[in-house]
């Protein structure tokens, strides 16, 4: 075996801030010619993280079609310290699992795929539990929800200790689409927008039956923010790059921004019945921009894809149960980032969008946009911190909606 353990300079390897102290195998199978391990990193302040690898990567086709050989539905593996899971909703066709091959570029999870058949996603970092990701594709495909890729697998690990670990799953390969980031960039769109709002209206309304974690109050980083603003002040001569003065005019609206969040942002907080019951805490997408939308030919030119939600939250955060507008918040603000992005106005758009969720949803235009409000302020000051610390020339755009 090669030392596939050797992961810190990888791409997904989240621990790179952090001194490590070993990497071990906590776990592992031999399956498909390779092998399919579990690795424990401890890290020298005591924490430890868990990671997905293969040896072999280019075998994960061959992985699959042992897993699921002769049209097998369900197949587990034992080892000494646990076992491996494979679950399929259906027989699968061991002439496209053996074709599943490395796709893309490497972000915090690993994809394959056998074009137009079938897609992986290979979590790397793991967390014990249910993975939001899995749980949601099922729920949605089996309450007949289409504007989602079809859910086929589910691959999982679970150690004797009782931790378990969803490893990956396997879904439809879309062809010929285009992300609606692109699509928007290259053109404000306001009868896609409709459509995207329409079919977001219908996600939440096929979420409302799921299961989660105890709801909570927005996590919003004001004082992550303020130091952040202080800190650029300080720093514009050393560097030049900072936007002094937009960043002073936004430090000193900052106590009103957080009082107006803190009195506004109560959950279900509208103006009617219907309302209240429409935005009231339920399991949503939770990372909700136009990177997550894939845009077709009709007569489904829609795919919601990526529910696994922020992947540097823990699992009870990304399964919680919040409100509806937290991710209708989330997609306005994509619309305002490919307006800036492409020079253009998005008013048009974020009308559509709204229109849209009310006419499937029945609530009003003014009350969704009452009821997103205070998620609107919540993520434009998550945005401001991420443009601060990683793209100060873009933090004009957050500033905007702050100011």
């Given at each position: 075996?090669?030392?596939?353990?050797?992961?810190?300079?990888?791409?997904?390897?989240?621990?790179?801030?952090?001194?490590?102290?070993?990497?071990?195998?906590?776990?592992?199978?031999?399956i498909g010619?390779?092998t399919?391990?579990i690795?424990?990193?401890?890290?020298?302040?005591?924490?430890?993280?868990f990671?997905?690898?293969?040896?072999?990567?280019?075998?994960?086709g061959?992985?699959?079609?042992?897993?699921?050989?002769?049209?097998a539905?369900?197949?587990?593996?034992?080892?000494?310290?646990g076992?491996?899971?494979f679950?399929?909703?259906?027989?699968?066709p061991?002439k496209h699992?053996?074709t599943i091959?490395?796709f893309?570029?490497?972000?915090?999870?690993?994809?394959?795929a056998?074009?137009?058949?079938?897609?992986?996603?290979?979590?790397?970092?793991?967390?014990?539990?249910?993975h939001?990701?899995?749980?949601?594709m099922e729920?949605l495909?089996?309450?007949?929800?289409?504007?989602?890729?079809?859910f086929?697998?589910?691959?999982?690990?679970k150690?004797?200790?009782?931790?378990?670990f969803t490893?990956?799953?396997?879904?439809?390969?879309?062809?010929?689409t285009?992300?609606?980031?692109?699509?928007?960039n290259?053109r404000?769109?306001?009868?896609?927008?409709?459509?995207?709002?329409?079919e977001?209206?219908?996600?939440?309304?096929?979420?409302?039956?799921?299961?989660?974690t105890?709801?909570?109050?927005?996590?919003v980083?004001?004082?992550?923010?303020?130091?952040?603003?202080?800190?650029?002040?300080?720093n514009?001569n050393?560097d030049?790059?900072?936007?002094?003065?937009?960043?002073q005019?936004?430090?000193?609206?900052?106590?009103e921004?957080?009082?107006?969040?803190?009195?506004?942002a109560?959950?279900?907080?509208?103006a009617s019945?219907?309302a209240?019951?429409?935005?009231?805490?339920?399991?949503i997408?939770?990372?909700?921009?136009?990177?997550?939308?894939?845009?077709?030919?009709p007569p489904?030119?829609i795919?919601?894809?990526?529910?696994?939600?922020?992947?540097t939250?823990?699992?009870?955060?990304?399964?919680?149960l919040?409100s509806?507008?937290?991710?209708?918040?989330?997609m306005?603000?994509?619309?305002?980032?490919?307006?800036?992005?492409?020079h253009?106005?998005?008013?048009?758009?974020?009308?559509?969008?709204?229109?849209?969720y009310?006419?499937?949803?029945?609530?009003?235009?003014?009350?969704?946009?009452?009821?997103?409000a205070?998620?609107?302020?919540a993520?434009?000051?998550?945005?401001?911190?991420?443009?601060l610390?990683f793209r100060?020339?873009?933090?004009?755009?957050?500033?905007?909606?702050?100011?």
């Amino acid at each position: 075996m090669k030392k596939m353990w050797d992961i810190s300079d990888r791409r997904w390897f989240m621990g790179k801030d952090e001194k490590i102290r070993s990497i071990q195998i906590l776990d592992s199978l031999e399956i498909g010619d390779t092998t399919l391990a579990i690795l424990e990193v401890l890290f020298e302040n005591g924490n430890r993280d868990f990671y997905t690898v293969v040896e072999d990567e280019n075998k994960m086709g061959k992985i699959l079609e042992e897993a699921f050989i002769d049209g097998a539905t369900k197949s587990v593996f034992p080892t000494e310290k646990g076992h491996f899971d494979f679950k399929a909703t259906c027989p699968l066709p061991s002439k496209h699992l053996r074709t599943i091959k490395p796709f893309a570029l490497e972000q915090s999870n690993s994809a394959f795929a056998s074009p137009g058949k079938f897609f992986f996603k290979l979590f790397r970092r793991l967390q014990a539990g249910n993975h939001p990701e899995a749980e949601i594709m099922e729920h949605l495909n089996k309450a007949g929800f289409l504007a989602t890729p079809h859910f086929y697998a589910c691959c999982s690990y679970k150690a004797i200790s009782g931790e378990a670990f969803t490893i990956g799953i396997l879904e439809e390969h879309l062809t010929d689409t285009s992300d609606a980031w692109t699509a928007f960039n290259n053109r404000m769109d306001p009868e896609l927008a409709d459509e995207l709002g329409a079919e977001t209206a219908r996600m939440h309304k096929a979420l409302k039956d799921l299961g989660g974690t105890e709801s909570h109050s927005e996590d919003v980083p004001f004082e992550k923010l303020r130091g952040l603003l202080e800190q650029a002040i300080k720093n514009v001569n050393k560097d030049g790059n900072s936007p002094v003065e937009l960043c002073q005019k936004v430090l000193e609206r900052l106590p009103e921004l957080e009082r107006s969040f803190q009195a506004n942002a109560t959950l279900g907080n509208t103006a009617s019945d219907n309302a209240t019951d429409i935005f009231k805490p339920q399991r949503i997408h939770g990372d909700f921009h136009l990177g997550q939308v894939l845009i077709s030919e009709p007569p489904a030119p829609i795919k919601i894809i990526d529910f696994e939600g922020e992947p540097t939250r823990p699992l009870d955060y990304r399964r919680a149960l919040r409100s509806p507008a937290v991710d209708i918040a989330g997609m306005l603000r994509s619309f305002r980032y490919a307006a800036a992005n492409s020079h253009s106005d998005s008013s048009a758009v974020e009308q559509a969008f709204i229109a849209g969720y009310s006419r499937i949803s029945g609530v009003a235009p003014n009350q969704i946009l009452q009821a997103a409000a205070p998620y609107i302020l919540a993520k434009a000051v998550y945005e401001a911190c991420y443009e601060l610390e990683f793209r100060p020339t873009w933090f004009w755009i957050p500033a905007q909606a702050l100011l």
